[in-house]
Structure formats: structure tokens, C-alpha cells
């Protein structure tokens, strides 16, 4: 009898061990499905906390499932930072704060600027309206608009002996010179006297020594030299017209003696008041000086 007490005490106590190595297995089979659970449930974004409840709460203890609970969530943080970044759970994702693109920021400077354009606008407006006001009476009418007289250009007023109106010439002529237009006919700064003055003819700068022609024909009726043009000449034309040249440096002609169409008169110089060998040329009706400018165009002479 007492034998066999002893025997059903050994088999309880062999049932007792094997129902522990049981839960051993069987709490070591839940640790590795949580932990399975866990890193899955970690990637496709899920509560883990409440699917790890769940599982448990029929097996285990709430405290133990907690403390496996946090223990499989250190494990997921571990794995994280063993494999790399993967998706975040959901509530982290949702606490994550928002990353703009460079997008974000240049919509920000274009609503800027544009704010920037419009209000350069709006005072450029405000400034035209008050320059209207101001510029009023320079504006033209409506009148003055419509009116189709051909504009000329403006002029001080010649000296009396020198005119800017164009006579006709009936016969031929032509350059006396080519060479390069220094100075023409008008106002000017004279070069050696530095004032004002008007220049009655057209200066073309050559080589010392080059020929110069008759503008047309016609007759020397005089021939001479003085301080301002030094070797100079004036030819008569028909119609009233003459033509005079100085600062020649030789005369090839005498008072008194014809000429034709460019004839050989004289040698271009720098005598008399001149900074340089050149040709003053004048074309005259009567006394009067007439623009050369007129007669000879600057880019054939």
C-alpha cells in the first residue's frame, strides 16, 4: 500500500514536470510566434500592441503580456536598425511632421513676388496719372496729332549772309575734293578760337598737296591770301553762283583766268587759320553762303 502511494506520487510528480515542460514549450512557442507577429505586423503598418493582446490574453497574464509585448518591440527596433529602415508603425507615421519639396518653398517666393510685381504696378499707374497732370499742357491735341505738315529740323537762325535753303543749280558741277568731312556748315566751337561761331562752309581733310578742282565752270575773280583762309580763291558761275576754296597751300590759277568743270585750281594746305592740311569749301549765290552739304553729299566727297 505504501508502494503504491509511492508510485501515484512519483506519477504525479512526473505529470506535474511534464505539464511544466509543457508551458515551458508552450510559452517558448508564443515568444516565437509574437516575435514573428510582430516583425510582420511591424511592415504592413499594424497595431502590434492590440493583435499582441489578442494572442495572449487567453494564456498568459496581462503583466506578462505587456512585459513581451515591450520585449518584442525592443526586438523590432533592434532588427530595424540591424536591416535598415522600413515602414514606420502608424502611429508614428502619423506624429512624423510633414517634409516639403523645393516646390513647397519656390511657390512660397513666387506668391512673393508676384505680390511684389503687382504692387510695382499699382505705383507705376500712380506715377504715370501724376506725370500726366504735370506734362498737361506739353501733350498735343488731338488737332496737332492729325496735322500732317513734314517736321524740319530745328535751327538756330544762320547770320544774315549764310542761308540753309537750297537754290537751283542749272549746270553741272561736282566735288572739288574727296576726302573726309571734319566740319560742316553751321553753329560750331571753333577749333582755334574756341567760341561760338558759324562756320560757313564745308571743311574736307586730304592729303597735303592733293588736287583740287573747279566745282564748275566759270572765271577766277579773285585770288589771294589773308590771315583767316590763307591761299584762297572765288570762282564766278553762271546764275549768280560762285564757289571759293582756301587754305590751299599753292594757287594754280590767276584772277581774271576761265576755268572748266574740275579744272586743276589748287593744292590743298593748311595756310592761314587751320589746324591741319584741308579744303574749306563754300558754294555762294551772291554773297549769300550757301549749305555745301546741299550741292555735295558727304559720303561721295
Request: proline share 4%; aromatic share 8%; glycine share 8%.
Amino acid at each position: 500500500m505504501q508502494r503504491s502511494s509511492r508510485a501515484v506520487a512519483a506519477s504525479k510528480r512526473n505529470r506535474t514536470k511534464k505539464k511544466g515542460k509543457a508551458a515551458v514549450y508552450l510559452r517558448l512557442f508564443l515568444c516565437i510566434a509574437i516575435i514573428g507577429a510582430a516583425v510582420v505586423l511591424k511592415h504592413v503598418n499594424m497595431p502590434i500592441t492590440e493583435k499582441l493582446i489578442q494572442v495572449v490574453s487567453d494564456e498568459l497574464k496581462v503583466d506578462e503580456a505587456i512585459d513581451v509585448i515591450s520585449e518584442v518591440q525592443g526586438l523590432g527596433n533592434g532588427i530595424t536598425e540591424v536591416f535598415g529602415e522600413g515602414a514606420k508603425p502608424a502611429e508614428e507615421a502619423d506624429n512624423t511632421e510633414p517634409v516639403f519639396g523645393e516646390d513647397f518653398y519656390i511657390g512660397q517666393e513666387s506668391e512673393k513676388l508676384q505680390k511684389e510685381i503687382e504692387e510695382n504696378k499699382k505705383k507705376a499707374e500712380i506715377a504715370e496719372k501724376e506725370l500726366s497732370v504735370e506734362t498737361l499742357s506739353f501733350q498735343m491735341s488731338e488737332e496737332e496729332l492729325s496735322d500732317n505738315t513734314k517736321a524740319e529740323v530745328f535751327r538756330i537762325p544762320p547770320p544774315s549772309y549764310c542761308s540753309y535753303d537750297k537754290q537751283e543749280i542749272k549746270f553741272r558741277y561736282k566735288a572739288p575734293l574727296y576726302g573726309v568731312i571734319t566740319s560742316k556748315f553751321g553753329y560750331r566751337d571753333h577749333p582755334i578760337v574756341e567760341d561760338a561761331s558759324f562756320h560757313t562752309g564745308l571743311d574736307i581733310a586730304a592729303k597735303s598737296g592733293s588736287a583740287i578742282g573747279a566745282f564748275a565752270d566759270g572765271t577766277v575773280i579773285d585770288a589771294g591770301k589773308n590771315a583767316t583762309y590763307g591761299n584762297y580763291l572765288l570762282i564766278e558761275h553762271s546764275g549768280g553762283f560762285r564757289s571759293f576754296y582756301g587754305h590751299n597751300s599753292k594757287l594754280k590759277v590767276k584772277k581774271g583766268q576761265r576755268v572748266k568743270l574740275g579744272q586743276k585750281v589748287a593744292e590743298v594746305g593748311s595756310t592761314g587759320m587751320s589746324t591741319g592740311p584741308h579744303l574749306h569749301f563754300e558754294v555762294r549765290k551772291g554773297n549769300v553762303r550757301l549749305d555745301p552739304a546741299l550741292y555735295i553729299s558727304p559720303e561721295t566727297v
